[in-house]
């Protein structure tokens, strides 16, 4: 006979922290209607299907055995009768299934222990099974907390009886009067319903004929020389992910980080006979523990987003937190980062483009051998702009379907983001009750994570030790903006002078579109100048001040990007050096003006480009104009303050 694998565990969904339709969506994989949100839930699929049914009393009504009436009408009950901010809504009970039989008896064994002790108490039961690991079949368990009327009302949770001693004998109090208590509807005792799932695991076994046996008892309980590993909270298994995926990536071996993940190693290789002792420091033990209490309140008493969650969960594929939700917030944010600009040029390209062709159909109609300048044939013309425009509205579905994407992530970031703000300000209020103010939201993540690996800093150490090892991405800053900016005139410039040359329809259509883009970048970068011009007097010597003072706001940025490549920013000499360079290479000809007049457009181009411009105006430019009534406000702040309100 073998030791079976055994586990049951019980949580509670409070509404201050949970969606009860959001959790049972997940489990279940259906798409549920919150009343509470008025929004419809639903995650990522899992790898295989979870088997899932609602078991209920004989005398529940019907719609309690669908899944958003039953939920929605838990969530609603406890709405209005809570006296709590945080009443709860349901039990969990989460099972682990034996592997070495087959589904049906899996699925015959969790509905056999459910309804003798839940549903035959008056619970009504949400049960799904997941199998998406062969090896770790589950059942997770969602119990009501009210029993059901008939009538499809919802009784108290809680009721008064009298109490009785071992004997069966009613307990007096000192008047000699009956003493009365309360019971809660829902409440069990942890240690016998462990006894009752080992008694049905090992009934099922023998009845399989399984060589397997099981025990809800301690390893320490049963005598075994193992000790059994400890339970990561969500914090410490976000944590550790990440570290694997760092090792991962850099090729290393990987070595849990968080202080309970390394007792769990020494766990292991103790079991496993590799050392002959695991040290217990129980003062640490206790110091972390009451950290977990922290971090268990915090998550108590601040609601996270479970919509937005599962976004950045299912981006990362583990639980993420803040550290996750600010690189996110960084990667996809729509003018400070590659992915963000990326999908907004192509949106504006693809809006002038149609532009472009509504100007070329009106100069059609008007005369259609007015097409020929821009390298149509008059004769397919009709054919060729319908090919074109068809296929533009095919790649303008997709852009805005990615666009739709992108901001669904940033959206989630930075929910979760200003959750575990909020979450971090509860954990380190608790842990320097006097200090916690002088902290920024970076480093209250840094203390929290250092926290969860064992180190638990003094206030007077955090800032350096937050300077010296913090992993936390840094804020996005204007910077981030405008050397993009620069870098996508840098590349539209490119198409330009590679079309120019050229008197086909679309290597005219590539200047125009090309040319206009450039100047709604142009226009981006002037309103970022003062940003520009801050940190050029910051990076160069005084000396140099004069040499630049003519260069139009392009130069300056592309000027930046070599500043950038120098290795030692420190040698004047190689700084001098680039900056007279480029002085030289920018003779800032056509930064200045248009690139209508640089470009030397031709006349009969002239008016649809004018035309591209007016339209562009109303697209493009007013997105500036909020920015820079904001820059105008901000122009006195220090540098180290000019980084984007998240």
Avoid at 49 to 61: G, N, Q, R, V, Y
């Amino acid at each position: 006979m073998e030791n079976g694998y055994y586990m049951l565990r019980v949580s509670h969904i409070n509404r201050s922290s949970r969606n009860i339709i959001a959790c049972a969506s997940y489990r279940s994989d259906e798409k549920l209607f919150s009343e509470r949100t008025q929004e419809n839930i639903q995650f990522r699929k899992h790898s295989v299907k979870p088997e899932s049914m609602i078991l209920t009393p004989a005398h529940a009504p019907e719609w309690t055995k669908d899944r958003a009436s039953l939920w929605n009408a838990v969530d609603k009950i406890e709405s209005q009768n809570a006296k709590t901010k945080a009443p709860r809504l349901a039990t969990e009970v989460l099972i682990s299934l034996p592997n070495d039989i087959d589904r049906d008896v899996q699925t015959e064994l969790a509905k056999d222990f459910v309804e003798e002790e839940f549903v035959s108490k008056g619970m009504i039961a949400d049960v799904c099974i997941h199998r998406d690991d062969l090896n770790n079949p589950h059942a997770h368990i969602l119990l009501t907390i009210r029993p059901i009327n008939e009538d499809g009302t919802w009784g108290n949770k809680t009721k008064t009886r009298t109490r009785y001693d071992e004997n069966g004998v009613a307990v007096l109090n000192e008047n000699g009067n009956k003493v009365r208590e309360q019971i809660r509807f829902a409440e069990m005792d942890l240690n016998v319903l462990r006894k009752k799932w080992e008694e049905k695991l090992n009934e099922y076994a023998v009845r399989e004929q399984s060589n397997r046996v099981y025990d809800a008892r301690s390893f320490k309980d049963q005598g075994r020389k193992e000790m059994a590993q400890i339970h990561l909270t969500r914090e410490e298994y976000r944590l550790e992910k990440r570290e694997q995926k760092r090792c991962e990536k850099a090729g290393i071996e990987y070595k849990p980080i968080t202080f309970y993940g390394q007792l769990n190693q020494d766990i292991i290789d103790y079991n496993e006979g590799l050392i002959n002792d695991v040290i217990i420091d129980e003062k640490q033990i206790k110091r972390q523990n009451a950290f977990n209490k922290a971090v268990e309140y915090a998550n108590s008493v601040v609601q996270i987003n479970q919509k937005a969650q599962t976004v950045l969960d299912n981006r990362y594929k583990h639980s993420t937190g803040y550290i996750e939700a600010k690189e996110t917030i960084n990667n996809t944010h729509d003018k400070a980062s590659t992915y963000g600009r990326k999908i907004n040029n192509n949106i504006l390209k693809a809006e002038l483009k149609t532009k472009y062709y509504e100007e070329l159909i009106d100069k059609y109609k008007a005369d259609k051998h007015s097409v020929k300048e821009y390298g149509f044939n008059p004769d397919t013309f009709v054919e060729t702009i319908n090919e074109k425009i068809t296929k533009l509205n095919n790649e303008k579905s997709n852009f805005f379907k990615q666009k739709e994407v992108q901001q669904t992530i940033y959206q989630s970031a930075k929910s979760i983001y200003l959750d575990n703000i909020s979450i971090n300000n509860e954990i380190v209020e608790i842990m320097y009750p006097r200090n916690f103010e002088k902290f920024n939201n970076d480093e209250k993540a840094f203390i929290v994570n250092e926290a969860l690996k064992g180190n638990f800093i003094e206030t007077a150490y955090v800032e350096k030790a937050f300077r010296d090892s913090a992993d936390i991405p840094d804020n996005l800053k204007k910077r981030d903006q405008y050397l993009k900016a620069s870098k996508d005139i840098f590349f539209a410039d490119r198409v330009i002078k590679n079309n120019q040359n050229e008197i086909s329809d679309n290597a005219i259509e590539n200047v125009l579109i090309n040319k206009i883009f450039i100047d709604s970048k142009i226009e981006e970068l002037k309103e970022l100048e003062v940003f520009i011009n801050d940190e050029l007097a910051r990076t160069l010597p005084l000396h140099h001040a004069k040499l630049i003072d003519d260069l139009d706001v392009y130069s300056k940025s592309q000027l930046l990007t070599k500043i950038d490549s120098i290795e030692n920013k420190d040698d004047i000499k190689s700084v001098d050096t680039v900056v007279r360079n480029h002085i030289s290479d920018h003779s800032n000809v056509y930064h200045s003006k248009s690139y209508q007049e640089h470009y030397g457009t031709a006349n009969s181009h002239k008016g649809i480009v004018n035309n591209l411009l007016n339209s562009l105006t109303m697209y493009a430019n007013n997105e500036y104009i909020e920015s820079n009534s904001n820059n105008k406000k901000k122009k006195k702040k220090k540098w180290n303050e000019r980084s984007y309100n998240r």
